[in-house]
């Protein structure tokens, strides 16, 4: 299609009619209720309205904001009284949570993933309307989610089985488990606002932390249909949540030092800023996912369909909203004509539309200020040297942004460094590798990398020199986190700590020994607690 504003404008639908109905528009859900010490409160103070990113047309082609609902705007006292539940829910490790045995964990934690899997259908509909993602994506969110929930059940319960032995060494008897680290502030980032928030969340929860949880701004009413889930699995005061703008609430928590971990999935700026108001860094464990800004590096010799395919997908899946995306290319002189023209061709192919359209792959935006900066990022680079490549790139209508393929882009440009997080796709030339190693050796960022590549021996070299300045070098692929099971994490501001099904487990607990002489006396006590159940830290009972 000739893409225009006006081309685009007609995608929004002109009222609810021209809406599928599975997919139409639910009540508004205006959000009154949080949950605080196990309880569901009522907040009468100042909410937020939720603007969807689908927007309604008019005859005049005027678009209109939809409100989908709003949320309870708490103040730093309210956020304070849930602090201090998760507080006393731990109590010094002395909780009914962090004291119950690793079974009893697992049986809560399954509770739980069960009522919200009875909420699938509406939650999928919020992430579809709160954020904008695709009908096909929002349901592969969900689903991703309750898988990862339930490799973390089966992956703690490895982590158990393992630890369910005394070790005997040098006249010494010890128990090697891993115990909680405290009270957990947690909060995800509106891009998956369910399953990176999970990722967090549910790791911490099962190894016996209580958490205190603020949802992303966009993406907040989608966590509401699991708030009486929260109450019917876990003890009071387990999970409380804050809903509140950030720089109000949050600076509030972490200046209290009653914050033992930071979990966070967002900018490195506001780690760093958070990091700080804490009282006692040195006690403050901090398990982060920050910016990126990965490069493809696509050598002479690449395959241009695998490169094409892979970096298509790797820049513009859920409109490049995603902190894996592919956010610069570097390719060689000798190809890089060739490769900007075939990659015109294939984002051209991209389908935009409404969230709900079979195959759609660009959909509105959801935060209301990035066309803008998007914008200002083209103009520079086009002021700078540089030219939008693809027929259409970077035309918008309101929150949808057309992708753009911006080349030649050099130093100097927004677009060089700034992490743009958007369906904005630039391109630079090489004559040497060197200089793409140099501009990831000199940049902020260390989360991955894609090399393409048909010599063995060239991507070798590469990848000796890359996997100490990145997390994850992938081969003829785009970078991506997946699968769940392969460590998450990135160097300099990308990231602290890592996440996976495995390690996040490690991430969110600490290991703890308990040791004895090896005496007759010091024995028969050690098989009382074990033969009469009378520790759930000290046993040696087997979760099958």
Not at 498 to 527: E, G, M, P, Y
């Amino acid at each position: 299609m000739l893409v225009t504003t006006e081309s685009l404008t007609e995608l929004f639908p002109p009222d609810e009619a021209a809406i599928p109905e599975a997919w139409r528009r639910p009540e508004p859900l205006h959000q009154r209720q949080y949950l605080l010490d196990g309880e569901l409160r009522e907040w009468h103070g100042p909410t937020q309205v939720v603007l969807s990113p689908i927007q309604l047309r008019d005859s005049d082609g005027d678009l209109t904001p939809i409100v989908i609902g709003s949320y309870p705007l708490l103040d730093e006292a309210e956020s304070l009284k849930a602090l201090d539940a998760a507080v006393r829910a731990y109590d010094h490790g002395r909780g009914e949570w962090p004291t119950m045995s690793v079974a009893e964990r697992i049986a809560a934690v399954e509770k739980f993933t069960r009522l919200i899997v009875a909420q699938k259908k509406e939650i999928v509909q919020l992430l579809l309307w709160e954020i904008g993602k695709s009908a096909a994506d929002s349901e592969k969110e969900f689903d991703r989610t309750v898988d990862y929930i339930r490799n973390t059940i089966d992956a703690l319960k490895d982590i158990d089985r393992d630890s369910s032995r005394f070790t005997i060494e040098e006249g010494i008897i010890g128990q090697i488990r891993r115990s909680p680290l405290g009270v957990v502030l947690c909060m995800g980032p509106f891009n998956y606002p369910l399953n990176e928030t999970f990722c967090m969340l549910i790791p911490a929860l099962i190894m016996g932390n209580t958490v205190l949880f603020k949802p992303p701004k966009h993406g907040a009413l989608l966590h509401f249909p699991l708030l009486k889930a929260f109450t019917e699995a876990f003890p009071k005061g387990v999970v409380n949540t804050v809903y509140g703008r950030g720089n109000t609430i949050v600076p509030a928590l972490m200046s209290s030092g009653k914050i033992d971990v930071l979990g966070l999935i967002g900018s490195s700026r506001v780690a760093d800023s958070l990091k700080k108001l804490h009282p006692k860094s040195n006690r403050l464990r901090a398990i982060l996912g920050l910016d990126a800004k990965n490069v493809a590096i696509i050598m002479a010799d690449a395959d241009l369909d695998v490169a094409v395919k892979e970096s298509v997908l790797g820049a513009l899946s859920f409109n490049g909203q995603r902190c894996t995306a592919l956010k610069l290319f570097f390719v060689h002189e000798s190809i890089a004509e060739e490769f900007v023209r075939r990659m015109a061709e294939e984002i051209n192919k991209l389908k935009p539309g409404m969230p709900w359209d079979d195959k759609v792959n660009i959909t509105p935006l959801p935060e209301p200020q990035k066309p803008g900066y998007l914008g200002e990022c083209l103009e520079d680079a086009q002021g700078k040297g540089a030219r939008i490549m693809n027929e259409g790139g970077g035309m918008c209508a309101g929150p949808l942004v057309y992708p753009a393929l911006v080349y030649p882009v050099k130093d100097g440009m927004k677009l060089w460094r700034e992490e743009q997080f958007g369906p904005v796709v630039p391109v630079a030339s090489f004559a040497h590798v060197d200089e793409a190693i140099q501009y990831i050796i000199d940049s902020d960022h260390g989360q991955q990398v894609s090399i393409f590549s048909s010599e063995s021996q060239e991507v070798a070299n590469l990848v000796d020199q890359l996997v100490n300045q990145v997390s994850r070098v992938n081969i003829n692929a785009q970078c991506q986190r997946g699968p769940d099971t392969f460590p998450f994490t990135g160097r300099k501001d990308s990231a602290e700590g890592t996440l996976s099904v495995h390690d996040a487990l490690r991430s969110f607990s600490i290991r703890t020994v308990v040791a004895t002489k090896q005496t007759d006396a010091n024995k028969h006590i050690l098989n009382d607690i074990v033969n009469e159940q009378e520790s759930n830290f000290l046993s040696t009972r087997f979760i099958l």
